[in-house]
Nanobody
Framework: QVQLVESGGGLVQAGGSLRLSCAAS????????MAWYRQAPGKQRELVAG???????NYVDSVKGRFTISRDGAKNTVYLQMNSLKPEDTAVYYC????????????????WGQGTQVTVSS
């Protein structure tokens, strides 16, 4: 069974930094796209950043220049370095994996982590 385990969330003051990690497990050979989403209370879930298997990143406009997404060499772990955090960044952050190869098979859908809370105080 594929599982995504997130870590690194917490409470930080405005202007501070956090680094989120997400490790995928479950006999994974490769992952097509990994991404971070977030959802604030009363808001729709939004894509924050994504990174392809080739290492190409993209970001929502509100975090460009502040957040950096990256993957490890095995491409089963994704990170989100968050700098210059703002109160509006407060949300539950979810790791997402889109398209996973396992034992010669490919699942083209999405896997989700459990979410990790990021709270940025004023």
């Amino acid at each position: 069974q594929v599982q995504l385990v997130e870590s690194g969330g917490g409470l930080v003051q405005a202007g501070g930094s956090l680094r989120l990690s997400c490790a995928a497990s479950g006999s994974i050979f490769s992952i097509n796209v990994m991404a971070w989403y977030r959802q604030a209370p009363g808001k729709q879930r939004e894509l924050v950043a994504g990174i392809t298997s080739g290492g190409r990143p993209n970001y929502v406009d509100s975090v460009k220049g502040r957040f950096t997404i990256s993957r490890d060499g095995a491409k089963n772990t994704v990170y989100l370095q968050m700098n210059s955090l703002k109160p509006e960044d407060t949300a539950v952050y979810y790791c997402n994996a889109h398209g996973i190869y396992q034992r010669g098979t490919y699942y083209s859908g999405d896997y989700w982590g459990q979410g990790t809370q990021v709270t940025v105080s004023s």
